[in-house]
């Protein structure tokens, strides 16, 4: 059983269609019990990460989440929430990764938000196995995490940026992969093989 965490951030139809396509039983639910026992956990998240971190802490999740020994996921602000600090709304964030959240500088030539489908690289581990360098992942984003030591994958705008990130056992995209076409399904697929 996968458990999706509700907290009022996700986008959780198209995750949803995307787990079941693989087959995958899954529950909305932001009880720590269920948490606790599902065999896999997905963060997801839309939104601000204030905001995120805010509904986190009033449902007391984070220490749950800390606490957690089988494979989450956290997808876009999801992730962005699993790192130490976000510049959105100065949050001060779980602390899983060992990076800062901040936010891309606009200018006439970078247009935030980074929206669209964008290449992967440098991809490293079991959640990217079957995935070549260089395939298209979808982002809706203004914010990133910076290459830092839990980097295992990276993507450009146009400065490399963290792509994917993972610590022991929680992973973190910032891109949707449940938007991303074959190349999602196929991480998700690999996420759920863990």
Same mark, same amino acid.
């Given at each position: 059983m996968?458990?999706? %965490?509700?907290?009022?951030? /996700? !986008?959780?139809?198209s995750?949803?269609?995307? *787990?079941? &396509? $693989? +087959?995958?039983?899954? =529950?909305?639910?932001?009880?720590?019990?269920?948490?606790?026992?599902?065999?896999?956990v %997905?963060?997801?998240?839309? /939104? !601000?990460?204030?905001?995120?971190?805010a509904? *986190?802490? &009033? $449902? +007391?999740?984070?220490? =749950?989440?800390?606490?957690?020994r089988?494979?989450?996921?956290?997808?876009?602000?999801?992730?962005?929430v699993?790192?130490?600090?976000?510049?959105?709304?100065?949050?001060?964030?779980?602390?899983?990764?060992?990076?800062? =959240?901040r936010?891309?500088?606009?200018?006439?030539?970078?247009?935030?938000?980074?929206?669209?489908?964008?290449r992967?690289?440098?991809?490293?581990?079991?959640?990217?196995?079957?995935?070549?360098?260089?395939?298209?992942?979808?982002?809706?984003?203004?914010?990133?995490?910076?290459?830092?030591?839990d980097?295992?994958?990276?993507?450009?705008?146009?400065?490399?940026?963290?792509a994917?990130?993972?610590?022991?056992?929680?992973?973190?995209?910032?891109?949707?992969?449940?938007?991303?076409?074959?190349?999602?399904?196929r991480?998700?697929?690999?996420?759920?093989?863990?």
């Open positions: 996968v458990a999706v %965490i509700d907290y009022n951030m /996700g !986008n959780i139809r995750l949803g269609n995307a *787990l079941g &396509r $693989l +087959g995958a039983e899954w =529950v909305l639910t932001s009880d720590a019990e269920v948490i606790k026992k599902a065999g896999r %997905i963060l997801p998240g839309v /939104g !601000n990460a204030a905001e995120a971190m509904n *986190l802490r &009033r $449902l +007391g999740l984070p220490e =749950v989440i800390w606490r957690l089988r494979p989450v996921l956290g997808i876009c602000v999801g992730m962005q699993m790192c130490r600090h976000s510049e959105e709304g100065d949050a001060e964030c779980m602390g899983i990764f060992d990076a800062r =959240v936010r891309f500088e606009e200018s006439p030539e970078i247009k935030v938000p980074h929206m669209g489908w964008s992967i690289s440098n991809l490293e581990g079991k959640l990217f196995a079957g995935i070549g360098s260089g395939s298209y992942v979808y982002y809706v984003h203004s914010y990133y995490a910076p290459l830092c030591p980097t295992i994958a990276t993507s450009r705008h146009p400065g490399m940026f963290s994917a990130l993972k610590y022991e056992n929680f992973y973190g995209t910032q891109f949707h992969p449940e938007k991303s076409g074959e190349t999602g399904e991480i998700l697929h690999n996420f759920l093989k863990l």
